[in-house]
Structures are given as structure tokens and as C-alpha cells.
């Protein structure tokens, strides 16, 4: 579900980056006035978690690949303006450092995974957890939300990135009608992303989801908890970060999946792909030819020297690292602003 750069017109980036840009500054605002300072640190777990679900591809209908994202379960843990932010900040550097993701398209792919994803999967999780607490128990009303929220979040998402990429071909072509993005139409993106996402990925994100959920929720219940901070409040992590070791070491499993996502095929590939299911494409659209171009530190999760296995976990320990850090260091920073303001 990352769209690479040249999927999407300049103007297409452009516009879902308007959008995108002043919900992720209300974001911002609302974690610095409604997160207390000391729960700032947990959106940089919650975003590493987040990286690393998104580092397990899985096989899909039709040869391609997808992924969990996240987005749900860290509205859930931590509030949906939370989950805005740490998304957000683990979309781009997975862009800037392991190329997956484009830089143009970063507004597009925020607004998919980062917003759409985690406000619609929370919007469903509160409202079944309202709705049925007491005919059926807050436990079992909150597992059903977040599932289904889950499940949800991730095909709208999917549906955004599909209209994306489908409304390409009929807004932007040459003059001989030949595309110069994305050369597949609504017709054919719609079903390709959404099939695949309905049958196995919108399954893949509600497992995940459910499972760290419930797992959190017995080992660190007051990480749910805003009112984190208060004396002998502290949630336990240790158990938490231990969650996070394992995934690390189990990423590679991300690298038996074979074949690519739909509609990240570089231009080497796309002109023998055949993504509308009966023949190549046969061409490589000029706006993809022509450009822009960005070369990651370490494209595809690799390491120059490594092989890919080692590799991939040395991606996964660096992006978790940095976003843990980041967080932290965000945390320090708002709390000396807040004490320099009085």
C-alpha cells in the first residue's frame, strides 16, 4: 500500500499532501495538549510496532503482497491523534531511509495509512464499544471494535490508495491518450487492491491487531491509560519491549513472501507486469521515465555487504531504534518548553 514516486501526478501528490498536511499539525497539537508528557515516549513504541508490522509482507490473491499496518491498535492503546503522529513519523522514515514509499507520494501515503486508516478502524471501535458494553461486556465488545475497526481501517485505506492510482489514466495522458502515471483505471485498481485486502490483509491487520491488543492489555493495561504519569501508574514494558525483540527477529519471515505489492512495481518491471490479469502493459509511462528519483540509505531493508536475512533485521533494529529515540528526545523537548513557558 506504499505508492511509490511517479505513480501519481505532481498535482495528485500535491493535493492528498494539502490534505494530509493540516491533519497531521492538529495531531500535533492535540497529543501536546491531551498526552501527558510522560506517555510521549510510548508513541515511539507504538510507531516502532507499527514498522515492523509493516515489514511483514504476506502473499495475496493474484501473486502480490501486502501488509498489517497498525494504525487501529495504536488509536486504541493510545488514542486516535496519537496514532496520526506515530504512523506518520514511521511512514516517512521508512521512505527517507529503506525507500519504501515514495517522497512525492508521502502525502498520499499518510493521508491512506496515517489517517484514513486509524481514525475510521478507532471511529468503529468506539462505537461498537459504546453500543454493546453492557449487553455483552466490555471485554468482548472492545475485541469485537477492535477487529472489526481494524479490518475496516485498513481496506478504506486500501480504497484511497485504489482511487489513487485509478484516477491517473483519465486525468493525466498524453496526447495520444497513452497515460503518463499509473496506467491502470479504476476499473482494474479497485478490484486488485481491494480483493487481495478483503480476503487476506484486512485479516492479516485484524490478527495483529487482536493479538498485541490482548496482550498489552494483560501485561501493561495502564498503557492504555491516560492517566499515565500519576504516582504508582507506571506501566511495566519490560514484557511489551520483549514483544518487540521478537518481532524483530521474526521480520525475515516478511522476505517468504514473493512477487510485489500491487502498484509498487518499479520501472523495470511495470511494462512486463500484467496487472489488469490478461496482458502486459507493454510500455513504461513517460511521467514514470522522466521522474523524480531518490535513492534510500538502505532500499528494500538491505544492507550493501549483508546478506538479506541479517539485513533485514538490521533495518528493523534501526527503525524501531530511531523512532523509540525520537520519541524520547520529542518528550524531553516538550517537557523543557513547557517549563520554560512557567
Known sequence: MHIPDNYLSPSTCAITAAIA??????????????????????????????????????????????????????????????????????????????????????????????IVLPLTGYAVYWLLRTLFSRSQGENRASLVGAGLGSYLGLNLAALFA???????????????GAPLYCPY?????????????????????????????????????????????????????????????????????????????????GTDEIAQTAADGTKPLGFIPQGMQKGFSFESLFPDYSIPGIGSVPGYIFSAVAGAAILIILFKLLSTVVVRTKKARG
Not at 162 to 176: C, M, N, T, V
Open 21 to 114: 498536511a493540516p491533519v497531521l499539525l492538529f495531531s500535533i497539537k492535540k497529543v501536546q495538549s491531551e498526552l501527558p508528557r510522560e506517555k510521549i515516549p510510548l508513541l515511539g513504541l507504538a510507531a516502532a510496532f507499527s514498522f515492523l508490522f509493516m515489514m511483514f509482507n504476506v502473499p495475496l490473491p493474484g501473486g502480490t503482497t501486502g501488509h498489517a499496518v497498525g494504525g487501529t491498535l495504536i488509536a486504541i492503546l493510545l488514542g486516535p491523534w496519537s496514532a496520526v503522529l506515530s504512523v506518520a513519523v514511521a511512514l516517512v522514515i521508512q521512505a527517507f531511509l529503506f525507500g519504501d514509499g515514495g517522497i512525492l507520494a508521502l502525502g498520499a501515503n499518510i493521508l491512506n495509512m496515517a
Open 162 to 176: 485504489a482511487i489513487e492510482f485509478g484516477i491517473q489514466p483519465f486525468l493525466f495522458h498524453g496526447a495520444d
Open 185 to 265: 483505471p479504476l476499473s482494474v485498481s479497485i478490484p486488485a487492491m481491494l480483493i487481495p485486502h478483503l480476503t487476506v490483509a484486512g485479516l492479516v491487520e485484524l490478527f495483529f491487531t487482536l493479538s498485541v491488543f490482548s496482550f498489552i492489555r494483560r501485561v501493561a493495561p495502564s498503557f492504555m491509560d491516560l492517566g499515565y504519569g500519576v504516582p504508582g501508574n507506571t506501566p511495566r514494558l519490560g514484557k511489551v519491549y520483549a514483544l518487540l525483540v521478537t518481532l524483530i527477529v521474526a521480520t525475515p519471515l516478511g522476505l517468504l513472501a514473493s512477487g510485489t505489492a500491487w502498484g509498487e512495481w
